[in-house]
């Protein structure tokens, strides 16, 4: 039996370069002169051109509006005299500082402060550019920001792709408040007088030099159960010294709670090299002596411990649903 | 059958399969209870599940390791096969004199027995309006949407209605990084702006794609706006950007009532 009766239908064109196929869309490269052009436009603290573009074409309705909210949140937006602007994102690819051999830095206590301090600045570069193009958008906020957060090695990846919006009847202030929750989140919590201000991040990487007691537990096949009590002890701190962070991030932002919060946590062996002591000496670490190698360097056992928590930091404005008064009020203030 | 030539890219038993006017015509659909309920209440009878695939192979093309550049090729090729998936299955629709399509999935898998080999798919329920207006797009052509059937009745309920599922596709290249470029970072907590604005580049294409279909099919806007980025097979210095959305008109005003607040105590 014929099934496809397309024996005489020809195969669709091959496409090869330069072929037009979509009709109207777009097919055309971006020269590498303004590839150079985008690149120092970001380094400069700007957006590439093309979002500018654009920005400039959606505003003004000769492109149509493009928006991350699904239908209901649509219909939940018109509840709450919002009317959507359009698409806004951020990204970030940021390296974090290592030596020769690729090997992170720690600090005095044994942190990896740089790690920590990358990812808190990946985050601040993204949500600055979508900020930026928010405020490009002249947007009072951005609500429904969906974040990607991700390390491959030492290189970190921010991204947010998020719906810029307007209230009806409210004053644009100097606040552009970025909302990680979803449109009918951000509905319920305006029916109760709450405002998402931001994406809050709380990180630490501690690194834990450990004797072999210690190691012996976990590497060992046989013997009892039996608890690595200081790996967890440690690991308990690494945890209050992120969710601090991730309290005094969402006070910056003039929040008064973190609702919604999502914990990744990550445990693993690995080993910290010392330099710079005199060989034939000792270092003490945990109940064990180890002994600097004729370079002045000795590697010892260590965990890796790596919290990593995140919400959407929400203020409060008022005991009733959101007034626009009180949403001016607060894109307003003064930090 | 009559209408062979007419659909010229559906196959004979599909055509069987969607014969309205014969005797034994029963609908078939992919919608849950839930949705069918809604898409009637909004005025719209299922007529049958449609389905399009197109088995692509995806041309070669070299990249230079060192430069940020467009796959065009590429970019070209998963355009085009979407599109194609797309096509027959509007023609499916077409066949059963449909207003348009409702919960489009497209789908791309990737074949175990060939390796530049890619299989996409369109499914979707084709439905008709009940008092015999027409939907259809300016085009003549069946609207499409990916909404679920739910979302469907609130759209029709605010007064906008689905004109066509609207895509752009971007696959990129990321340059590698020199080793002399590398040793200069390596000391230093940096953004890497190489990589940084090639990901807005394939972002603001794939964005920019799909903006000029939806223009292209006069809507307003587009809803529920996804992007993917996938490296299907190519290895993790090739991206691909899809952007995928339904492009919506208004077209009366809204009748829905103001929403209540209910918090479920499951949750």
């Known amino acids: 039996m014929n099934w496809f009766r397309r024996s005489n239908a020809p195969n669709p064109p ?11 869309a777009v097919y055309h490269e971006i020269s590498p002169e303004d590839q150079e052009a985008d690149r120092d436009a970001l380094e400069r603290g700007e957006l590439p051109n093309r979002v500018q573009q654009r920005l400039a074409a959606t505003s003004t309705g000769d492109r149509p509006w493009l928006s991350t909210l699904e239908i209901h949140d649509l219909f939940l937006a018109e509840g709450l005299q919002i009317v959507p602007l359009g698409h806004v994102t951020g990204s970030a690819y940021y390296h974090v500082a290592t030596d020769a051999r690729g090997r992170e830095f720690l600090d005095g206590d044994s942190n990896a402060s740089n790690l920590i301090r990358g990812y808190y600045q990946s985050r601040d570069l993204a949500v600055g550019r979508l900020i930026q193009e928010a405020r490009g958008a002249q947007a009072h906020a951005v609500i429904d920001a969906q974040f ?35 449109g009918e989140e951000f509905f319920k919590l305006a029916q109760v007088g709450w405002m998402p201000v931001g994406f809050a991040l709380g990180y630490h990487w501690h690194v834990m030099p450990v004797g072999y007691r210690t190691r012996q537990i976990s590497t060992s096949s046989y013997g009892q159960n039996q608890e690595l009590t200081g790996v967890s002890q440690r690991f308990s701190l690494t945890r209050e010294v992120a969710t601090r962070m991730l309290r005094r991030d969402a006070a910056a932002m003039g929040a008064h709670g973190v609702a919604g919060v999502r914990i990744d946590t990550h445990i693993e062996e690995t080993e910290i090299m010392y330099t710079g002591g005199f060989p034939g000496q000792y ?53 | 059958m009559s209408e062979d030539s007419r659909f010229p890219d559906v196959p004979q038993d599909a055509l069987a399969r969607l014969d309205v006017t014969s005797e034994s015509f029963v609908f078939t659909s992919d919608l849950s209870v839930n949705e069918f309920v809604l898409v009637e209440q909004a005025g719209f009878e299922p007529l049958g599940l449609v389905m399009g695939s197109s088995i692509y192979h995806i041309g070669y093309q070299a990249s230079n390791w060192r430069k940020n550049q467009e796959m065009t090729v590429l970019s070209q090729a998963m ?61 003549g052509k069946p609207f499409t949407s990916d909404l679920s059937g739910q979302d469907f009745w609130m759209l029709i309920q605010t007064g906008y209605r689905p004109v066509s599922l609207v895509m752009g596709s971007c696959v990129y290249h990321v340059a590698h990084q020199g080793v002399a470029q590398t040793l200069r970072q390596m000391g230093q907590n940096t953004e890497l702006t190489i990589f940084t604005q090639a990901l807005y580049d394939a972002r603001e294409l794939a964005m920019e794609r799909m903006q000029t279909e939806a223009a292209d099919s006069k809507a307003k ?40 607040l209910t918090l479920p105590l499951n949750d």
Do not use: C
């Open chain 1, 14 to 24: 091959r496409v090869s370069e330069g072929t037009k196929v979509p009709e109207g």
């Open chain 1, 148 to 182: 990607k957060v991700a390390r491959q090695e030492r290189v970190i990846e921010v991204s947010v792709v998020g719906t810029a919006i307007q209230w009806q009847g409210v004053r644009a202030g100097a606040k552009i408040p970025v909302s990680p929750l979803s």
């Open chain 1, 283 to 335: 270092l003490r670490i945990d109940n064990t002596n180890y002994l600097y190698e004729e370079n002045g360097v000795v590697e010892v056992p260590a965990f890796n411990l790596e919290f990593y928590a995140t919400g959407a930091a929400i203020r409060k404005l008022s005991s009733g649903p959101l007034s626009p008064d009180a949403i001016s009020h607060a894109l307003n203030a003064s930090p």
């Open chain 2, 79 to 139: 355009y085009n096969a979407r599109e194609l998936a797309m096509t027959r299955m509007e023609e499916e629709a077409d066949a059963l004199k449909a207003d348009g399509i409702v919960g489009v999935r497209l789908e791309v898998k990737h074949a175990e027995w060939g390796e530049h080999l890619a299989e996409f798919v369109a499914v979707g329920t084709a439905v008709r309006a009940k008092d015999g207006t027409s939907h259809r797009t300016e085009k």
């Open chain 2, 221 to 260: 806007g587009v809803v529920g706006v996804h992007l993917e980025e996938n490296s299907h097979r190519w290895g993790s210095h090739v991206i691909e950007f899809f952007a995928v959305g339904t492009a919506v008109v208004p077209f009366r005003q809204s009748s829905l009532s103001a929403p209540q």
